[in-house]
């Protein structure tokens, strides 16, 4: 059953409470929150305060964190802290995945790694048992309202195959790039956790857009 992650990247933070209910109400159960460090993408976002603001106001959401930044180790404790249910980092910004991964075990948080779309599946060869989810980015990561790159269904394809071979039980969440004409040929390639930033905040009805969605995938 594929599920809908709104993005908070893509709301109104001058109503961002207002807004989270709205997406709770609609059905989301996992936030996703894009942290960016204006270095390893060309786009500043913000830090643990605000995940610590969506934990007040869903305490019982699960908030998968997506670090786009240079040294996640730096910051994995804080956004445990904060409230973080999952530590996603970039595959491209560490050398040493392990320490990363024992990191975020040892604050007793799931990871994920996340792979920008040019980075080949191969790179989670050893790794990939150790991961409770893979982020397949779908659009070069920075910005919010960008264009699916076509192939990465590709990708999902083939992520989703070798997960099955191994017979591991590993999410995989797509991000970038879901409109409503791709959600649902996303959500049959083998996408598990399906984020989506634009396309619910710029929505009039962000309740029933979620619904709406999410009903939508969940055959899948
Ligand atoms: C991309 C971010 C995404 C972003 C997706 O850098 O990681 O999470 O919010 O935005 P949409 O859904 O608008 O493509
Ligand atoms: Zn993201």
Redesign the pocket.
């Known amino acids: 059953m594929a599920k809908l992650a709104p993005?908070i990247?893509?709301c109104d933070f001058s109503r961002l409470r207002e807004q989270l209910l709205e997406a709770w109400e609609g059905g989301a159960e996992i936030i996703?929150v894009?942290v960016m460090d204006g270095h390893f993408?060309p786009n500043l976002t913000f830090g643990p305060l605000i995940v610590e603001a969506v934990r007040k106001v869903l305490p019982e959401a699960f908030i998968d964190v997506?670090l786009?930044m240079d040294n996640p180790r730096a910051f994995v404790r804080d956004f445990a802290q904060a409230g973080a249910d999952l530590i996603s980092f970039h595959a491209e910004a560490v050398q040493d995945f392990d320490a990363v991964l024992q990191d975020i075990a040892r604050v007793g948080k799931k990871s994920g790694l996340a792979l920008c779309p040019g980075t080949p599946l191969t790179i989670l060869d050893h790794v990939l048992g150790k991961l409770s989810l893979v982020l397949l980015?779908t659009?070069n990561?920075?910005?919010?309202?960008?264009k699916f790159i076509s192939g990465m269904e590709e990708k999902i394809r083939a992520l989703r195959r070798r997960i099955q071979e191994k017979g591991l039980r590993v999410e995989i969440a797509i991000?970038?790039?879901?409109k409503e004409e791709n959600i649902e040929f996303l959500a049959s390639c083998g996408a598990s956790i399906i984020?989506?930033?634009?396309?619910v905040f710029s929505a009039q009805d962000i309740r029933g857009t979620v619904r709406r969605l999410s009903e939508r995938i969940r055959a899948y």
Not at 141 to 146: D, E, I, L, S, T
Not at 175 to 178: K, L, R, T, W
Not at 195 to 199: F, K, M, P, R, T
């Open positions: 993005s990247l893509s996703h894009d993408v997506h786009m980015l659009v990561p920075g910005f919010g309202g960008q991000d970038g790039g879901v984020v989506a930033g634009s396309l």
